[in-house]
T-cell receptor, first 114, second 116 residues
């Protein structure tokens, strides 16, 4: 079975500071990893994904994530946070060739203070 | 990027009635669509996988007769909540995956269902 853990319910960061939202995964085989963002009462917006290749993935809105196979992690990062980045962030995983649906983490609320 | 729409965005209904939610892929063909349910401050829980032209695959614990899913075309899937009860109140989100190209799922904006 595949699973995703987001150990922090909430992350608080000051505007202009770097941010990190943590994600670890557990799968059998090589994972496909995703980050999505959700604003209040909205659906999920795709940020970035790792399928293969370079471990550092760059995505939308200045976000990036690093795939670390030895630590089974895929942390989301941004060098300089904006107040508008405040939202709910979900990490997700699926295994190629397996079930097509994504397995989501529990979500991390990012609060960027002005 | 690819766009997925949902209709309605918000619905309030009386207990015992049925509600239909539509999920459309607007600019791509989606042979596979997924229906998720999200409780307040909780993650998304997969309800079912919908494949065009075939029966949906439901997750364990999801009642097939209560949550009817139809994937009639490559751009439309519907979820009907039958005989709705207050405990069915939730945020329902669909996603669509284009068969070709990337592995990315595109999500609809969600439908807020409130059953009185």
């Amino acid at each position: 079975a595949q699973s995703v853990a987001q150990p922090e319910d909430q992350v608080n960061v000051a505007e202009g500071n770097p941010l990190t939202v943590k994600c670890t995964y557990s799968v059998s085989g090589n994972p496909y990893l995703f980050w999505y963002v959700q604003y209040p009462n909205r659906g999920l917006q795709f940020l970035l994904k790792y399928i293969t290749g370079d471990n550092l993935v760059k995505g939308s809105y200045g976000f990036e994530a690093e795939f670390n196979k030895s630590q089974t992690s895929f942390h989301l990062k941004k060098p300089s946070a904006l107040v508008s980045d405040s939202a709910l962030y979900f990490c997700a995983v699926r295994v190629p060739g397996g079930r097509r649906a994504l397995t989501f983490g529990s979500g991390t609320r990012l609060q960027v203070q002005p | 990027g690819a766009v997925v729409s949902q209709h309605p965005s918000r619905v309030i209904c009386k207990s015992g009635t049925s509600v239909k939610i539509e999920c459309r892929s607007l600019d791509f063909q989606a042979t596979t669509m997924f229906w998720y349910r999200q409780f307040p401050k909780k993650s998304l829980m997969l309800m079912a996988t919908s494949n065009e032209g075939s029966k949906a695959t439901y997750e364990q614990g999801v009642e097939k007769d209560k949550f009817l899913i139809n994937h009639a075309s490559l751009t439309l899937s519907t979820l009907t909540v039958t005989s709705a009860h207050p405990e069915d109140s939730s945020f329902y989100i669909c996603s669509a995956k284009a068969e070709r190209g990337t592995d990315t799922q595109y999500f609809g904006p969600g439908t807020r269902l409130t059953v009185l």
